[in-house]
């Protein structure tokens, strides 16, 4: 395979609070090939968000990036190492932030958010705010750029994109923002989009139109997705290969395939129970036992053990790395040591009944982590 155009090296991610220092994204790997849409999947809190806006160096205090490199077309975004005092610093490989700023961001990799009100000013329209975002970004002249915009609005699927081209966002309906802000991310061909819960917030319908739109868009550009989301439905859908997170951590890494057929996590097991299918009644719905723990006070060993249907002593102790765990290529990555490629005793290991996690939890609260 040819060299990914994005690659993320254990990538570390803090927030240094009042409460203490919350591991948002505590050490994740992963890469994205030119043409490929990548998932990233989780529950809310897993660190999704602040995973992809670390790609775009766009965290802030009291967030730092502590650790690890991010690559994208040959270039180092960011490497952080730590000194000889203990603390954390960019090192000479990182793209200065005046060239971040305007060669890389919304040029070569554009973001798209969840609520497009925050991205669409009010008081503009929406053809002004495509047709100048167009002419700042690209060497297009005034007239070039309105005709790009109309052009874009109509790639997108908004009707009549010239009558509409004058409209308020507030005239649009939030499936037609949500249509914008692809052609506002797709406007200067970017080689990689970044799209952060893009659809959770629209219904079913749109939704579906709108993950129809993004693979028939992929298709004619060609242009590489991360794409955050919660919802094991949307994977199915438009993913090539997914990333599960758990509290700060990658726990399973596989082509879509192989994540739904040969699952390796009990993590993502337990995700892929709980989406509802059409043979199931309400009562038969399996929820994940348990909320997520915090990410200022994450469980010894490895972090799912305390709502792990399959967790034994071992997992208390042991926080495993995300290895190969099937054969493949794309390989198939896990970060459980039931695995042979694990060798932590996890077989001979007494399981941990519910009871037992119940105290575990309890004493977890005391404050000790261990890895
Ligand atoms: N500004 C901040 N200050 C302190 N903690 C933060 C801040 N931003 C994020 N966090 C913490 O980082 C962790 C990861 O948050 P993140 O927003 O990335 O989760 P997510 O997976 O995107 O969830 P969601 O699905 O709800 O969007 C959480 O524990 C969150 O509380
Ligand atoms: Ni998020």
């Given at each position: ?5 994005l690659r993320v090296d254990d990538l570390q991610v803090q927030f240094f609070t009042e ?168 406007a200067c061909e970017p080689s990689l989009i970044i799209a952060d819960e893009p659809t ?125 765990v099937g054969f493949g290529d794309p390989p198939h990555r896990a970060a459980c040591i ?34």
């Amino acid at each position: 395979m040819s060299d990914p155009l994005l690659r993320v090296d254990d990538l570390q991610v803090q927030f240094f609070t009042e409460d203490g220092v919350v591991r948002a994204v505590d050490g994740i790997s992963f890469d994205v090939h030119e043409g490929e849409l990548v998932g990233l999947v989780g529950e809310s809190g897993a660190g999704k968000s602040v995973a992809v806006s670390a790609i775009m160096r766009l965290i802030e205090s009291p967030g730092k990036i502590v650790g690890g490199r991010i690559e994208f077309d040959g270039e180092t975004l960011v490497e952080v190492e730590t000194g000889p005092d203990g603390d954390p610093y960019r090192t000479e490989a990182t793209m200065p932030d005046g060239e971040l700023r305007e060669r890389i961001r919304g040029r070569e990799i554009a973001i798209i958010f969840q609520d497009p009100m925050e991205s669409l000013n009010p008081v503009f329209t929406v053809g002004g705010q495509l047709r100048e975002f167009i002419e700042l970004n690209r060497d297009f002249s005034e007239r070039e750029a309105r005709e790009e915009a109309v052009s874009m609005l109509r790639e997108v699927g908004i009707p009549e994109p010239e009558a509409r081209y004058g409209d308020y966002p507030h005239q649009f309906s939030g499936g037609m923002r949500q249509r914008v802000l692809i052609a506002m991310a797709l406007a200067c061909e970017p080689s990689l989009i970044i799209a952060d819960e893009p659809t959770t917030a629209l219904d079913v319908t749109v939704e579906a139109q709108i993950l129809d739109l993004v693979e028939d868009l992929q298709d004619r550009y060609g242009t590489s997705f991360v794409w955050v989301t919660h919802d094991m439905g949307v994977v199915a859908e438009i993913c090539d290969r997914v990333n599960v997170m758990y509290l700060g951590e990658i726990v399973e890494q596989a082509p879509v395939d192989d994540l739904f057929y040969e699952t390796k996590h009990p993590y993502t097991a337990a995700l892929l129970d709980s989406v509802p299918r059409p043979d199931q009644t309400v009562e038969e719905l399996n929820p994940i036992k348990g909320v997520m723990p915090e990410a200022i006070d994450p469980p010894s060993g490895c972090r799912f053990h305390t709502r792990c249907p399959e967790a034994r002593e071992a997992c208390t102790t042991t926080n495993p790395d995300c290895r190969e765990v099937g054969f493949g290529d794309p390989p198939h990555r896990a970060a459980c040591i039931k695995h042979d490629a694990f060798d932590a005793a996890y077989s001979g290991s007494p399981p941990l009944d519910a009871a037992a996690q119940q105290g575990f939890d309890v004493s977890l609260s005391g404050g000790e982590t261990d890895d």
